[in-house]
């Protein structure tokens, strides 16, 4: 079987909005189109994240990041605090294409597909955890248990897909089909990493989770995401998604 441990929860980057559906008898190919189509609703969204990182010590590091995605397949992420890290950032574009940029080398640097599984910027967030997804396009679904309130449905990546992740067990929201905890597995079947939205909320018609933490189960170490402000569909320039604005 391809999962071996079973505890606790998502996507990345998980700041994302939703719309309400009414829960229903569903497949598991119905309701991963539905969380696709609440997570990717809004046609662009500019965030300002605080970030705390927490390692096994307890030893703490912040950042505050700016986030613009454009549909679901734009996104680019820069740190503005603290000031050693600022202008660190990342592009994700169409087409499994990811550009990082670090200030010490002034260079935008595209990387490859396989060495997604980066951390950016220190945190417990890779790039693929932080790129945009439509998990229907590169995912097969398995409904493997469902109550009054939860959907959990088994992810398996298609054969396309070069996630670093051997699966996902999705915990899914009756009410609205927000994912509320993500657990992923390695190649081996080995759960690796929990994120989980601790707080949900409705803006300007849109769910999005408000305070969401990647735990690492290898290393103990915990990232939390705590959503600053948000702006949504305020008509964002392609021109933003490209390495020139990427290194500005």
Not at 117 to 131: I, R, S, V
Request: aromatic residues 10%; proline residues 3%; positive net charge.
């Amino acid at each position: 079987m391809l999962f071996k441990k079973s505890t606790l929860f998502i996507w990345a980057l998980c700041f994302i909005p939703a719309l309400i559906f009414c829960a229903e008898d569903l497949n598991a190919r119905e309701i991963l189109n539905k969380v696709d189509e609440v997570l990717l609703n809004a046609k662009d969204q500019q965030m300002v994240m605080k970030i705390l990182i927490v390692d096994k010590k307890g030893n703490r590091k912040e950042r505050e990041v700016l986030i613009y995605q454009k549909g679901d397949n734009k996104r680019l992420a820069k740190v503005v605090q603290p000031a050693d890290q600022r202008g660190i950032g990342f592009l994700s574009l169409p087409g499994d294409i990811i550009y990082v940029y670090l200030p010490a080398y002034k260079k935008v640097r595209r990387i490859a597909s396989h060495v997604k599984n980066n951390k950016f910027a220190g945190t417990d967030f890779t790039y693929e955890d932080m790129e945009p997804k439509r998990y229907s396009a590169q995912w097969s679904a398995q409904l493997l248990n469902a109550d009054d309130t939860i959907y959990i449905l088994k992810l398996t990546p298609q054969k396309e897909n070069n996630s670093e992740y051997g699966g996902l067990v999705m915990y899914i929201d009756k009410d609205n089909f927000y994912p509320k905890k993500i657990e992923h597995f390695d190649k081996r079947g080995n759960m690796v990493k929990i994120m989980t939205n601790l707080k949900t909320e409705k803006i300007n018609g849109y769910y999005i989770a408000r305070e969401a933490e990647m735990l690492d189960l290898r290393t103990n170490n915990r990232t939390t995401l705590t959503l600053d402000s948000v702006k949504f569909d305020s008509g964002l320039s392609d021109d933003i998604f490209t390495e020139r604005f990427l290194t500005k």
